[in-house]
């Protein structure tokens, strides 16, 4: 009593693996068969994602908001400490606010709707990554669907991941699609090549996983007092008492050296005699003076610059620890988010 089955198609590797079996099953059984994509109207997800349901003659529907869109169209940002610590909380600092869930909900859709989302255990090749990858994925992607292809984080899909190894993966990915849809094949993938179907990337990995969204919180005071024993046992393990007297000459601290690794380039290259104390200072005062990232309390605007950026999404996950930096269990986190809410 299946009505239908329907899939969230993005322009990467995973959900075109996804819907090339899926396509074939509905075909078998006469299941209809939705794609729907996320974004604005010129998002690469849709471009893609609309190219791959014309060809295998499916519906496909644009969705502008995700599930983690409020109505007015922006994903949300963390906004206070106490969203900071419930993204820690929910998935016991497995995953970072980076992507912030506004409305954490596990209710399931209709049995007769099957949900379906596109994998990548196939590309985890070692031990930790398959762990790693049911962990997160539990917690973060599969709470919000009700079914997944049989394949998909069995036996079956390691033994693949653990055959093909790091990168040789997209072999994987050539020959199931030849064998089940070779039209698919005629389409670019967003951000990715794939040499053996001489097919070069579309658009890029950024752009494709870029969604407008709230700004986010950030306080870098906060951070650096309640991370502070954390950062200055980072900074002494790294560059010493030599290094640490250079450093608070210049104006820097802890939390600077840790988020920008400039200044551990420079700091070494003085340590080995490369360079003068004097052009060390130099350099050193130059980063100083970039601001690559606020030293203040301020809601930080998410572009797509900032989102490609490591620092940003380092100060995003700085901001998860050191709202809970204080707590000694998730019982104390979990009392904590429920009295404020209250």
């Not at 519906?59 to 993204?87: A, C, N």
Request: charged share 25%.
């Amino acid at each position: 009593n299946i009505e239908k089955i329907s899939l969230g198609l993005t322009g990467g590797y995973d959900s075109r693996l996804t819907v090339a079996m899926l396509n074939k099953i509905c075909k078998k059984h006469d299941i209809p068969l939705l794609c729907y994509s996320y974004g604005p109207k010129d998002h690469p997800d849709g471009i893609i994602g609309k190219k791959i349901s014309d060809v295998l003659n499916r519906e496909y529907k644009h969705v502008k908001h995700s599930p983690s869109t409020p109505s007015y169209g922006k994903l949300k940002g963390p906004k206070t400490i106490e969203d900071y610590m419930q993204s820690f909380y929910l998935t016991q600092g497995d995953f970072n606010s980076n992507d912030f869930f506004y409305d954490y909900d596990r209710k399931i859709v209709k049995p007769t709707v099957i949900k379906q989302v596109g994998m990548d255990a196939y590309k985890r090749f070692n031990e930790n990554l398959i762990y790693s990858g049911n962990r997160w994925y539990a917690r973060t992607i599969l709470f919000r669907y009700n079914f997944f292809l049989p394949l998909f984080y069995t036996k079956y899909e390691v033994y693949f991941a653990l055959l093909y190894g790091n990168e040789n993966y997209r072999e994987l990915i050539y020959e199931i699609l030849k064998r089940s849809e070779p039209e698919l094949l005629k389409i670019p993938f967003v951000g990715c090549d794939l040499p053996q179907a001489n097919l070069k990337a579309y658009s890029s990995v950024n752009s494709s996983k870029f969604h407008p969204k709230e700004p986010c919180l950030w306080d870098y005071n906060y951070v650096k007092n309640q991370l502070k024993s954390l950062l200055i046992e980072n900074l002494n393990k790294k560059i010493g008492i030599n290094g640490k007297v250079v450093l608070k000459f210049v104006g820097l601290n802890e939390l600077d050296f840790f988020l920008n690794q400039n200044i551990y380039i420079a700091i070494q290259v003085y340590k080995k005699n490369e360079i003068s104390l004097k052009d060390c200072i130099k350099q050193l005062v130059k980063e100083k003076s970039l601001q690559k990232y606020p030293k203040e309390k301020i809601n930080l605007e998410i572009s797509k610059e900032i989102i490609s950026s490591q620092t940003m999404r380092n100060m995003i996950i700085l901001m998860d620890f050191a709202s809970v930096a204080d707590k000694h269990s998730f019982e104390e986190i979990e009392n904590t988010i429920f009295n404020d809410s209250k």
